[in-house]
């Protein structure tokens, strides 16, 4: 008996005082190289490193740490283990983070300080785990139930990945999305989502550590708290483990149900535009009822016009600011009409008939969506008479729906009074829909704001799906994007595609991991998506998680994708 407690490794020997130091020195140095070994494994299994295997064993060194520290002696391994993982998991978020140390907006200040506070959270989260795993270790290591130590761990996981995000963040490290060029992976996020992806991942690493662990492993003695094993001590221990155990599957299973695929709970609210049961009517009209109209797929054409983040500090009066969306919807039109000459009528006039022939049963005409990035100008473009005019012209010449990004002031008819206490008179960052005719459609406002780079703004309320042609498109902004329930509760609002608008020439290597989370979102949901990036990186992802198209990132670009209505 060690100290009252089995240990999973061999029967200590007795040893001179030298030699004992030695391996104490030894194992004190192994408790932090493990944990941080596990932090430079985490940078390189997510973009843009993006070797995503390296996660499926990236977690197996502070595992092993914290099995093997929870079956030993005394608090001061637990101590150090919780130390070097926090300063691992610091690592982790910085070594992803750190371009957001050379953004141009905020203060160096606030970019130092806001890469630190992710990179503490980075650490809490694998703090945490270790914690835990290192409680699995003490309470789950005698022969006949180790086996509850990789499942267990795996959901303790899941419960720190979703506790972050919803009480302290806003958004987590969601270790599933790794895995987003894994099409057996994105197969199963259609079930679990990115969260039990992360489960899956979680769980092999705590089984390929306990797993090494048991190679060795010759338990010694008694129960840990000095009774025979199977005396009274270990009864009692037993019946606390099962309580630690329901504690914790329940607390798995409601991160799951809360921020995955599989139950009816999440944070935000979606609502349809103008009418979200129009889109469930449709559906059922076009399931066989007489006179119905068939739903037509929607053409969707994407514009990166590649304005760089200097074109925009430099053009700093309103006639610069005009030139530029000059220059965008130049680009459009020709993008419309390159889209026309390679798959027929891919727009109409907005004097046309938008029905059948007949107005029966007919299918519908194509309509065809022009979406273009996050703030394609840098003002309150929508109060621009001139703006307008050039928009209204465009739309109706093409006879297509715009959408785009544009910062909207604050509006006392759209956010309330501005007398109010309560009122944010910041500025929103939004997404305007415009139909063929001109008129305003909807507007979005984004939700999950940045902090420092987007400090000007204040944050939308509710997710927005617009209709447009029979189609329900779900409308995100940039880092919406990251959240798991912003694109669930847009598709349960009755969007049929998702179109994300992003801007992300000034955040470096970070835009590859927002690609990695547009697949996600597709493989999820099975519908398809799209992202639209001034400089890129702009794509469509199909409803199985595949990019079926991509602009380069060296110029101005365009795609056109043809959406079929969902079934």
């Not at 504690?247 to 599989?262: E, H, N, R, S, Y």
Request: glycine content about 14%; overall charge positive.
């Amino acid at each position: 008996m060690v100290h009252g407690r089995p240990h999973w490794g061999k029967a200590p020997e007795e040893g001179t005082g030298s030699s004992r130091r030695a391996e104490a020195a030894g194992r004190k140095e192994r408790e932090w190289v493990l944990p941080l070994a596990s932090g430079i494994l985490l940078v390189a299994a997510y973009p843009p490193v993006d070797a995503g295997w390296l996660a499926w064993i990236a977690l197996v060194p502070v595992s092993w740490a914290a099995l093997r520290a929870g079956s030993g002696p005394g608090v001061g391994r637990g101590r150090r283990l919780l130390a070097a993982s926090f300063a691992a998991g610091m690592l982790w978020g910085g070594g992803i983070f750190h371009p957001l140390l050379w953004i141009q907006e905020g203060t160096a200040a606030e970019r130092v300080g806001g890469t630190a506070v992710i990179a503490l959270l980075t650490g809490t989260i694998l703090a945490l785990y270790a914690a835990a795993v290192f409680s699995l270790g003490r309470r789950f290591h005698a022969p006949g139930r180790q086996w509850l130590i990789p499942p267990l761990a795996a959901s303790a996981w899941v419960c720190v990945e979703y506790l972050v995000r919803a009480v302290a963040a806003g958004f987590s490290s969601y270790l599933g999305v790794t895995q987003w060029r894994s099409p057996g992976m994105l197969a199963a996020a259609a079930y679990g989502g990115v969260y039990g992806v992360s489960w899956l991942i979680a769980a092999v690493n705590a089984a390929l550590a306990w797993a090494v662990l048991r190679r060795d492993a010759t338990p010694v003695g008694s129960g840990g708290d000095g009774a025979p094993e199977g005396g009274q001590g270990e009864t009692y221990r037993v019946a606390r483990s099962r309580g630690f155990l329901a504690a914790l599957g329940a607390a798995a299973l409601a991160a799951v149900i809360a921020g995955g695929q599989v139950g009816p709970v999440h944070r935000l609210a979606g609502s349809g535009e103008p009418a979200a049961g129009l889109l469930a009517g449709e559906a059922a009209a076009g399931a066989g009822a007489p006179g119905a109209r068939a739903a037509a797929p929607l053409r969707v054409v994407l514009v990166q016009p590649h304005i760089l983040p200097e074109v925009y500090r430099e053009a700093g009066t309103l006639d610069a600011q005009r030139a530029l969306w000059r220059r965008a919807f130049d680009q459009a039109l020709r993008a419309v009409e390159a889209a026309r000459a390679l798959g027929g009528a891919a727009g109409r006039r907005a004097d046309e008939p938008r029905d059948g022939i007949d107005g029966s049963d007919a299918p519908a005409a194509v309509e065809t969506l022009v979406v273009m990035p996050e703030t394609v100008v840098h003002y309150g473009a929508w109060r621009d008479p001139r703006f307008r005019e050039a928009l209204d012209s465009f739309v109706r010449s093409a006879g297509v729906y715009w959408l785009g990004g544009l910062p909207r002031p604050f509006d006392p008819a759209e956010d309330g009074p501005a007398r109010s206490g309560a009122a944010d008179l910041r500025e929103r960052n939004s997404a305007y829909l415009v139909d063929p005719g001109g008129s305003l459609v909807g507007v979005y406002d984004k939700i999950f704001v940045i902090p420092i780079a987007e400090n000007q703004f204040a944050p939308g309320r509710a997710v927005r799906v617009f209709q447009v042609g029979g189609h329900g498109v779900g409308v995100g902004i940039c880092s919406d994007v990251v959240a798991p329930d912003h694109a669930l509760a847009a598709v349960r609002a009755g969007a049929s595609s998702l179109h994300y608008l992003a801007s992300l020439g000034h955040i470096g290597s970070i835009a590859r991991l927002e690609r990695a989370f547009v697949v996600f979102r597709a493989a999820e949901h099975r519908v398809f998506v799209t992202q639209t990036a001034t400089t890129g990186f702009t794509l469509v992802v199909d409803p199985r998680g595949r990019i079926v198209a991509h602009a380069g990132t060296d110029g101005p670009g365009a795609l056109a994708v043809t959406v079929e209505p969902r079934r």
